[in-house]
T-cell receptor
Framework: GENVEQHPSTLSVQEGDSAVIKCTYSDSASNYFPWYKQELGKRPQLIIDIRSNVGEKKDQRIAVTLNKTAKHFSLHITETQPEDSAVYFCAALLGLTFGKGTDLINQP | DTEVTQTPKHLVMGMTNKKSLKCEQHMGHRAMYWYKQKAKKPPELMFVYSYEKLSINESVPSRFSPECPNSSLLNLHLHALQPEDSALYLC?????????????????FGEGSWLTVV
């Protein structure tokens, strides 16, 4: 089955800094890669996704990059703000297999 | 409307009780899912229904019994649970997972049902 590795498990950044979270996957057949944000006590919510026919996608302060050859994809958040503090999950294999999550802590 | 509705939001049950979690979506999605999530852990897939038929059962113990009465509803029947089953149970839905061009699409999660087994 698919194996999704996510790093780091915890990421502390100062307000205004950039944050990068990386995921690798094992199944070369995977071609859809969503990212979810989960605030404490709330449901996971999709923030951005990418398909294998593109290498990068941006939406305001967030972007995702995909390297199919290396089987890794990354989430980039610029100008981090306190409301970005949450746990972020990547997923692969039709979006059903999740990484272990990254606890992003934004320090004012 | 991108809403998946789950009830109840909170449930406390004894180990000998029988209870059910309910989920509803009106987005015309033909795939529905149950996930289990522990604090600060990723959601773990339990069951997938595709066109109202069970298509994936991730080796879930029989004390969890899913049911899909129609394309909009998904239930999870609970019986003889253990304290370690206490968790957030998330229902989700997505579009047709069986089309020839399907390559994965957005999974919409409900707010979840917080289950405590005492």
């Amino acid at each position: 089955g698919e194996n999704v590795e996510q790093h780091p498990s915890t990421l502390s950044v100062q307000e205004g800094d950039s944050a990068v979270i990386k995921c690798t996957y094992s199944d070369s057949a995977s071609n859809y890669f969503p990212w979810y944000k989960q605030e404490l006590g709330k449901r996971p919510q999709l923030i951005i996704d990418i398909r294998s026919n593109v290498g990068e996608k941006k939406d305001q302060r967030i972007a995702v990059t995909l390297n199919k050859t290396a089987k890794h994809f990354s989430l980039h958040i610029t100008e981090t703000q306190p409301e970005d503090s949450a746990v972020y999950f990547c997923a692969a294999l039709l979006g059903l297999t999740f990484g272990k999550g990254t606890d992003l802590i934004n320090q004012p | 409307d991108t809403e998946v509705t789950q009830t109840p939001k909170h449930l406390v049950m004894g180990m000998t009780n029988k209870k059910s979690l309910k989920c509803e979506q009106h987005m015309g999605h033909r795939a529905m899912y149950w996930y289990k999530q522990k604090a600060k852990k990723p959601p773990e897939l339990m069951f997938v229904y595709s066109y109202e038929k069970l298509s994936i059962n991730e080796s879930v113990p029989s004390r969890f019994s899913p049911e899909c009465p129609n394309s909009s509803l998904l239930n999870l029947h609970l019986h003889a649970l253990q304290p370690e089953d206490s968790a957030l149970y998330l229902c989700a839905s997505s579009q047709d997972p069986t089309g020839p061009s399907f390559s994965g699409n957005t999974i919409y999660f409900g707010e979840g049902s917080w289950l405590t087994v005492v």
